[in-house]
DNA sequence: CAAAGGATACCTACCTAACGGTATCTTTCA
DNA sequence: TGAAAGATACCGTTAGGTAGGTATCCTTTG
């Protein structure tokens, strides 16, 4: 056992499995289960092997973040690229993804994870970055204070769906959460603060 | 100097003493500071002493997050009682508290804490069933789809906050926003899923 | 084209520190 | 006087990290 020792040297490879081995960890069981001694084992290799590669337990786990958010990204960009409409593409996109049944389905596990990343202030502060940027880049289609009440709805229903009862609950108004949270991604939806009413 | 040995014995004090050091220590330094070493030394006393009060350690934390919802739960009652209009009665005292400035600004650490708790498993149970009675006991007033979604938003807003790039940002939208988010509380203000054009 | 040899990949063994927790003792109080 | 309050000392585990070895790879040079 362990004797990786003697076999082709993948190095790549080897960083690959290190980090898929370390995100399976963190979204089966846990961020804290994200151990050197866990990770290596699971990859087949030992300590030593893992910091050659990362040269700190936290190098290991900002990349595990790096690519979530990578994924995350292009989920997104996928998402908008067959969206016609301008307006509001991006918040679209995001409601879509965030609130995606894989997403949310899967024993909420991808939930306690990104709660458990917002948890520490170095991961936190990749993923706010990234927001940020995004934001950014898209501040002219996906502006308007209408978006981002519907972006920061989409947040809250994914700590709502985090902070159920019991982890096994169906969630049966997801689906019509979502698709009147995107119904409100078209022009002159909800209108002003003063509303449609009066 | 640890020296508590001798002076008069105040159980119920240093019990509370501890509690509230705890909590601190997980205000200001995130829910892994508190351990049962700072904890103890803060309070001015001995890990035996500790372990006299609260058997295991996840009893002190979990007293902690009680002291928590026990005040929040407060401040909401608090606010209800000064709401003449039944419906949306406890969306409005939600929305008012969770975005009240103390809970906002204090550098962030408020809703670093709750990120905190809510990432462990044991204390975000302690959360959901505090918000599941909550909500059954305001079903009547407080059940609509409409409400949910303003409430939706506020917890959104809440992890937005949590989630900006730079701590000491002031957050200038965030009165607006909850000025907005009650002004939907009140009945009929945002309608079913076709909303209010067509 | 082969032997050399440094660089890279990977392993073994060890270290230190901190954590939660227990056992047992002394002091105070009712 | 005995139970509660608090202190002291100790333990076992586990974590991240280091030191230094060995095996493979890749390039260079005779």
Do not use: N
Request: hydrophobic share 45%.
């Amino acid at each position: 056992m362990a004797t990786a020792y003697h076999r082709k040297k993948q190095p790549e490879l080897v960083r690959r499995t290190l980090l898929d081995c370390a995100a399976k960890l963190a979204l089966e069981q846990g961020l804290a289960a994200v151990t050197v001694q866990a990770v290596s084992l699971a990859a087949g290799v030992t300590k030593g092997a893992l910091f050659h590669h990362f040269p700190r337990k936290q190098a290991l786990v900002e990349g595990v973040v790096a690519d979530l958010i990578a994924q995350l990204d292009a989920d997104i960009d996928a998402a908008m690229a067959k969206d016609p409409e301008p307006y509001g593409r991006y918040t679209r996109a995001y409601v879509d993804i965030t609130l995606h049944d894989p997403m949310m389905t899967e024993g909420g596990q991808w939930a306690a994870l990104h709660i458990s990343i917002l948890a520490e202030p170095a991961l936190r502060r990749m993923v706010s970055d990234w927001f940020a940027e995004r934001l950014h880049r898209h501040r002219d289609t996906d502006g308007d204070a209408d978006l981002e009440f519907v972006r920061l709805a989409a947040d809250g229903a994914w700590i709502a769906y985090l902070v159920r009862e019991k982890p096994t609950d169906p969630v049966p108004e997801l689906g019509a959460l979502r698709a009147r949270l995107i119904a409100m991604t078209h022009a002159g939806r909800l209108g002003p603060a003063d509303g449609c009413r009066t």
